[in-house]
């Protein structure tokens, strides 16, 4: 660790702090940074908590103080996460944008795979013990996502004459994608429950930043040429892709 990074730890310094707001309270997870300027909130769609960022000279005092100022802020944030959708039986799930209600048979043989019922439900049916349940939907979701981010990134790719050196992927609160100029790529499993025209749409971004490592003119213009769906996929994330942050998530 650097010098100036060891000046500014405190070892002893609580986690989180509590803020009450009304008969509320809620519990703000605390974070250092030696480059923040400043002290800053933002909620985690994923864990579904707050998060104060502390300037390297900051003081607890002065955090509480920050926090407790904003108590009306984060209390309206977390409110406006949509409802958690956990991988459990009877929770409905979007596949590719589409419904499936997620349904344990536990007699069966097998892991995951889906059916249509004659009613024309479409369901993802899970095998084994139910406490698998979670564990095993989250590893097909992320099959299913490298799967397609696979085959739609190395044909842009091909399109665009550069070379796709891998792909991960992850579980990204941030951002749905992300691209090094070695060629690796990175994308948020949860692209998988979103219309394919999204999941298409990430895919050229990101190996359009192989031709272009920025957000200039010209890298949209390369988006543009390879994407016909740009400006409607921006739009699904702008308006829906938050919501694709509750599944899997637990209260």
Same mark, same amino acid.
């Given at each position: 660790?650097?010098?100036?990074a060891?000046?500014y730890?405190?070892?002893?310094?609580?986690?989180?702090?509590a803020?009450?707001?009304?008969?509320?309270?809620?519990?703000?997870?605390?974070r250092?940074?030696?480059?923040?300027?400043?002290?800053?909130?933002?909620?985690?769609?994923?864990?579904?908590?707050?998060?104060?960022?502390m300037?390297?000279?900051g003081?607890?005092? =002065? $955090?509480?103080?920050?926090a407790?100022?904003?108590?009306?802020?984060i !209390?309206? +944030? /977390? @409110?406006?996460?949509? %409802?958690?959708?956990?991988?459990?039986?009877?929770?409905?799930?979007?596949?590719?944008?589409?419904p499936?209600?997620?349904?344990?048979?536990?007699?069966?043989?097998?892991?995951?795979?889906?059916?249509?019922?004659?009613?024309?439900?479409?369901?993802l049916?899970?095998a084994g013990?139910?406490?698998?349940?979670?564990?095993?939907?989250?590893?097909?979701?992320?099959? =299913? $996502?490298?799967?397609?981010?696979?085959?739609?990134?190395?044909?842009? !790719?091909? +399109? /665009? @004459?550069?070379?796709? %050196?891998?792909i991960?992927?992850?579980?990204?609160?941030?951002?749905?994608?992300?691209?090094?100029?070695?060629?690796?790529?990175?994308?948020?499993?949860?692209l998988i429950?979103?219309?394919?025209?999204?999941?298409?749409y990430?895919?050229?971004?990101?190996?359009?930043?192989?031709?272009?490592?920025?957000?200039?003119?010209?890298?949209?213009?390369?988006v543009?040429?390879?994407?016909?769906h740009t400006?409607?996929?921006?739009?699904?994330l702008?308006?829906?892709?938050?919501?694709?942050?509750?599944?899997?998530?637990?209260?």
């Amino acid at each position: 660790m650097a010098f100036r990074a060891l000046l500014y730890r405190r070892p002893t310094e609580p986690k989180t702090i509590a803020v009450h707001c009304g008969s509320m309270m809620f519990a703000v997870r605390l974070r250092r940074h030696r480059r923040a300027r400043r002290y800053t909130l933002r909620i985690h769609p994923m864990d579904r908590e707050a998060i104060l960022t502390m300037p390297p000279r900051g003081t607890i005092a =002065e $955090a509480k103080d920050f926090a407790n100022r904003h108590g009306a802020w984060i !209390a309206a +944030r /977390l @409110g406006r996460l949509p %409802k958690a959708a956990p991988f459990a039986h009877g929770t409905v799930v979007p596949l590719r944008g589409v419904p499936h209600k997620i349904v344990h048979r536990a007699g069966e043989r097998g892991v995951v795979w889906t059916e249509t019922r004659d009613s024309g439900e479409k369901i993802l049916c899970v095998a084994g013990g139910e406490d698998h349940i979670d564990r095993r939907v989250h590893d097909y979701l992320k099959r =299913e $996502a490298r799967k397609d981010l696979a085959k739609a990134s190395h044909e842009y !790719a091909e +399109r /665009l @004459g550069v070379k796709v %050196k891998r792909i991960s992927i992850r579980d990204q609160s941030s951002r749905w994608g992300s691209c090094t100029s070695a060629g690796a790529l990175s994308f948020s499993w949860r692209l998988i429950l979103a219309p394919p025209y999204v999941l298409d749409y990430l895919a050229a971004h990101e190996v359009s930043h192989l031709v272009e490592m920025n957000h200039s003119p010209k890298f949209w213009r390369t988006v543009g040429r390879v994407c016909s769906h740009t400006e409607r996929a921006k739009k699904w994330l702008d308006t829906q892709g938050n919501d694709l942050h509750r599944y899997g998530i637990w209260e």
